[in-house]
């Protein structure tokens, strides 16, 4: 197994596309790091970086203690697997498998010996006399993935290799993928723009953004104590509510009071975050909320409080979410760039169309606003909160609604993203 270090990476392409900027990373010995953003923020190029199959206009890639900048692909012991793994038609799943083993010349009864281990482990050891064109889609990935590890690389590079496979498939394989590749202790870079496969299946996840690393740590830590706006966007679903206010500090009382448009947060001075608010007195912040910070309650809530009406309910099994229309500005997610596919979405081409269609949509949307209120009933609007309740809420759509908002899980942003108080890695 080897660490994996990025040293002030850039490349920019031909025709002058910046893909990666100074990138600093590490990824240690025997972790499964998964690079998430959205399309374009340069996750592939990185992992071809890596696998030796693009130049980095600057800076220095190691492997382990060994500079590997200009090392041959073949002399990196890195092994990739791709959104299609490619086999070849004509070899059975058992000689695709052995086929890298063979390159190497090792022994035939150990060849065969591997290939029936990793086929069982891999759950396609029915398979191994049968043609790849007679396999399933995810039968093929996980062939794709066996034919890369079996040489037992000492870096696995992953480049969204469940992207190709319906939902359902992809839940199973990426548990499998997860058993796989710590059973084997191999280190793996998982390259996916999908939050949910990061969340599940990371040690840490990097999150990307313009070729930049936005964020790294572990999922718990993005997504708990995420470092920027753009990552709390990124990650989680419902997406986070991102609210603006104004930071007032009430130096006698050491309090703060942070202004949203009328309605007010205030964090007393037994808050640790109030030290940082304090020297943003009188600018404007991004306050993140998730749909479970906040609790529609009957009567006036001791804590903190947010007026609005509700415009819809959704129903999602297990549980509901609900769209409070209020005063309070929001943030509109594109502008951060923190926009995603759908998790659980169709493969690529048809979800480029959906994006497509409802940023049309969208459009259409905002420039029918502003309209009397009572129009939208029933119907989401993008500077709506969004707010989990529980089965059995006896909400109704177009009453008013009393929202209790934890402030001790609000996040505090500066307007250039960056959390103000400082984040825990
Ligand atoms: N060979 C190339 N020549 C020129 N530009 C390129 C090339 N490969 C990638 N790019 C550009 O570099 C940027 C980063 O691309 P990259 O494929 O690394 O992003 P990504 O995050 O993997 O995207 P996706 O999730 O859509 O695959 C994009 O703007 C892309 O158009």
């Known amino acids: 197994m080897a660490a994996v270090s990025l040293e002030s990476v850039s490349k920019v392409y031909p025709g002058g596309v910046r893909a990666v900027r100074d990138l600093r990373l590490h990824v240690r010995d025997g972790e499964l790091l998964v690079l998430l953003g959205p399309s374009g923020c340069g996750k592939s190029t990185i992992l071809r970086i890596i696998a030796g199959l693009e130049e980095p206009s600057?800076?220095?890639?190691?492997?382990?203690?060994?500079?590997?900048?200009?090392?041959?692909?073949?002399?990196?012991?890195?092994?990739?697997?791709?959104q299609n793994g490619a086999l070849y038609p004509h070899r059975s799943i058992h000689g695709n498998l052995a086929f890298p083993l063979e390159l190497a010349g090792e022994d035939p009864a150990e060849i065969r010996a591997k290939v029936?281990?990793?086929?069982?482990?891999?759950?396609?050891?029915?398979?191994?006399?049968?043609?790849?064109?007679?396999?399933?889609?995810?039968?093929?990935?996980?062939?794709?993935?066996?034919?890369?590890?079996?040489?037992?690389?000492?870096?696995?590079?992953m480049d969204e290799p469940l992207s190709n496979l319906d939902a359902a498939l992809r839940t199973d394989l990426r548990l499998e993928i997860g058993a796989l590749v710590r059973g084997l202790g191999v280190t793996t870079v998982y390259v996916t723009h999908d939050q949910v496969e990061a969340l599940t299946?990371?040690?840490?996840?990097?999150?990307?953004?313009?070729?930049?690393?936005?964020?790294?740590?572990?999922?718990?830590?993005?997504?708990?104590?995420?470092?920027?706006?753009?990552?709390?966007?990124f990650l989680g679903a419902p997406q986070i509510n991102l609210l603006t206010g104004t930071v007032y500090a009430q130096l006698g009382e050491g309090s703060v009071t942070v202004d949203l448009g009328g309605q007010e947060v205030r964090l007393?001075?037994?808050?640790?975050?109030?030290?940082?608010?304090?020297?943003?007195?009188?600018?404007?912040?991004?306050?993140?909320?998730?749909?479970?910070?906040?609790?529609?309650?009957?009567?006036?809530?001791?804590?903190?409080?947010?007026?609005?009406?509700?415009?819809?309910?959704?129903?999602?099994?297990?549980?509901?979410?609900a769209h409070v229309e209020t005063d309070v500005p929001v943030i509109d997610r594109d502008v951060l760039g923190a926009e995603r596919?759908?998790?659980?979405?169709?493969?690529?081409?048809?979800?480029?169309?959906?994006?497509?269609?409802?940023?049309?949509?969208?459009?259409?949307?905002?420039?029918?606003?502003?309209?009397?209120?009572?129009?939208?009933?029933?119907a989401h609007r993008?500077?709506?909160?969004?707010?989990?309740?529980?089965?059995?809420?006896?909400?109704?759509?177009?009453?008013?609604?009393?929202?209790?908002?934890?402030?001790?899980?609000?996040?505090?942003?500066?307007?250039?993203?960056?959390?103000?108080d400082p984040v825990q890695r």
Do not use: C
């Open 58 to 82: 600057s800076g220095e890639l190691w492997l382990d203690d060994q500079p590997a900048t200009d090392l041959p692909p073949r002399e990196r012991n890195v092994a990739m697997v791709f």
């Open 382 to 420: 993008r500077s709506d909160l969004v707010v989990r309740l529980r089965s059995g809420h006896g909400q109704k759509i177009g009453a008013p609604v009393r929202l209790a908002l934890d402030v001790s899980r609000a996040l505090f942003f500066g307007q250039d993203g960056h959390r103000i």
């Open 201 to 233: 299946l990371a040690d840490r996840i990097a999150v990307l953004r313009d070729g930049r690393l936005e964020d790294l740590g572990t999922p718990t830590q993005v997504y708990e104590d995420p470092a920027t706006a753009f990552t709390a966007a």
């Open 268 to 321: 007393p001075w037994t808050d640790p975050r109030v030290e940082h608010l304090a020297h943003h007195h009188g600018l404007p912040v991004i306050v993140g909320v998730r749909a479970d910070a906040l609790r529609p309650v009957d009567e006036p809530d001791e804590g903190a409080e947010l007026s609005g009406r509700l415009r819809a309910l959704e129903y999602h099994g297990h549980e509901w979410l």
């Open 116 to 157: 029936v281990e990793l086929s069982r482990a891999l759950q396609i050891d029915q398979a191994l006399d049968r043609l790849p064109g007679s396999l399933s889609g995810g039968q093929r990935q996980r062939v794709a993935m066996g034919r890369a590890i079996i040489r037992e690389p000492s870096v696995f590079l």
């Open 341 to 378: 596919r759908e998790e659980d979405a169709a493969p690529r081409a048809e979800s480029a169309v959906l994006d497509r269609v409802r940023s049309m949509l969208r459009r259409g949307q905002r420039r029918a606003e502003p309209e009397p209120a009572t129009d939208h009933v029933g």
